[in-house]
């Protein structure tokens, strides 16, 4: 796709869409992003200490029932401008397998300081029965109840530090779920992927799995096993209820190719209440990755086991164990202010995070993040040296981002 012109493809899908303005939502989102990083980190090195954006995105969906079917296409459209732009770019490593089937994106511009890029992230149609529902096409799933971390979601899952989790990335897949009449139910998907866009699908590539989840008197569980790109991955989800909160754990195990193991776990704990006048919700979960090493592992000298899995965008920090609490005030029922923080239980550093979300309108918000890590170089989130001596860091930089969403 990336070699026609990409304006043609998006054009193309929206043409066929019907007309009907009752069949068409738009989510537009204006932001701007500042970021500060330190003078021993891998963006000083590169000479992109401070760097900026300035970005909008307008996303058109559009859905349709005709019977038994539902046929569902999403566009999105991104520009940004600033420093931030350029910093991606020489920050990008050799890049692996493709994440999905096929290339739906084009760039309409790319210079070093700016880019417009067009994606088709969502193109499916389903088939529902009362028992029985069968999607193809490029769509998302969500396994798993992980707060910060998301073990059980191997297809495509948000990093634990994600700013916007409206809408996950699409994939192409297959997807069946049959439901039972107590509530139960079985899923099972296809993630076709080939080695490169535009070659032949890939078993070792690809992701074959099953899911199936029932309640168990005040208990809901689930247990799904996977062929994912070559290994083989199985899980247990339970979760239920604590006096007046609610508890989720997840037990995932992967068993690679080459006969190594790497269990990794996770429970969180949420609760409700009240502080004053505003209602509060906190919660806090512990995760251990059973991929982590040590921070003092260089970039460069990380095993191929976690290099596959963060390259696969399946684990996001190096690390072994973390612990993120947080927690969300509803100062008013316009204004919600939202503090969390990921520990690093292995080296004590954090990075600590704000959200404050202002409900300008029915459809319009303004959200403001800040991002702050703590720890000493060569710490998980002070940053892992990039190679051993070479006294450059990468992690995560002071940021600060204000965007204002609109849907009409």
């Known amino acids: 796709m990336r070699a026609a012109a990409p304006s043609a493809v998006l054009l193309a899908a929206i043409m066929a869409m019907p007309v009907g303005a009752d069949d068409f939502r738009v989510r537009t989102e204006a932001g701007l992003t500042s970021s500060s990083a330190d003078a021993t980190s891998l963006e000083a090195d590169l000479g992109y200490r401070d760097t900026r954006a300035l970005t909008a995105t307008a996303r058109v969906m559009w859905d349709k029932f005709e019977g038994s079917f539902r046929f569902e296409v999403h566009t999105q459209l991104k520009a940004a401008h600033g420093s931030q732009i350029a910093l991606a770019s020489d920050l990008k490593l050799t890049e692996g397998p493709p994440r999905t089937l096929l290339d739906l994106s084009g760039d309409w511009s790319h210079d070093p300081d700016q880019t417009v890029v067009g994606v088709i992230d969502r193109a499916s149609v389903a088939y529902t029965r009362e028992s029985l529902v069968l999607k193809a096409g490029r769509q998302a799933i ?47 998907i296809a993630v076709p992927r080939a080695e490169t866009y535009g070659g032949a699908v890939d078993m070792d590539q690809s992701t074959l799995a099953i899911r199936g989840s029932a309640t168990l008197g005040s208990f809901d569980g689930a247990l799904f096993y996977a062929r994912d790109r070559g290994d083989n991955v199985t899980g247990l989800n339970l979760s239920g209820p604590l006096g007046g909160a609610s508890w ?28 004053g006048d505003w209602s509060v919700s906190y919660f806090a979960e512990y995760f251990r990755n059973g991929f982590g090493v040590d921070a003092a592992v260089p970039l460069d000298a990380l095993p191929a086991d976690l290099a596959k899995r963060m390259s696969n965008g399946q684990v996001f920090f190096g690390g072994q164990d973390f612990l993120a609490p947080g927690g969300q005030l509803q100062v008013t029922a316009d204004l919600s202010i939202s503090p969390r923080a990921i520990i690093s239980l292995n080296d004590g ?33 002070g940053g892992r040296e990039t190679s051993d001596g070479s006294g450059v860091f990468a992690g995560p930089s002071r940021s600060a981002t204000l965007r204002l969403v609109h849907f009409f």
């Not at 396994?143 to 409206?166: M, N, Q, Y």
């Not at 997840?250 to 068993?255: F, G, L, M, N, S």
């Not at 459809?363 to 800040?370: G, P, S, V």
């Open 349 to 381: 550093s954090k990075l600590a995070t704000v959200g404050v979300n202002y409900a300008l309108g029915d459809n319009t918000d303004l959200a403001f993040d800040f991002f702050s890590p703590f720890g000493a170089d060569g710490s998980e989130f």
């Open 142 to 188: 969500t396994w798993g109840s992980g707060l910060f971390f998301h073990p059980s979601d191997i297809v495509a899952p948000f990093s634990p530090d994600a700013i916007d989790t409206s809408y996950k990335p699409g994939v192409d897949m297959l997807y069946a779920q049959y439901l039972f009449d107590n509530g139960a139910d079985v899923q099972t």
């Open 248 to 275: 989720n754990a997840e037990y995932v195990h992967w068993r690679l190719a080459d006969g190594a193991t790497h269990p990794s776990w996770l429970f969180n704990i949420t609760n409700f209440g009240t502080l």
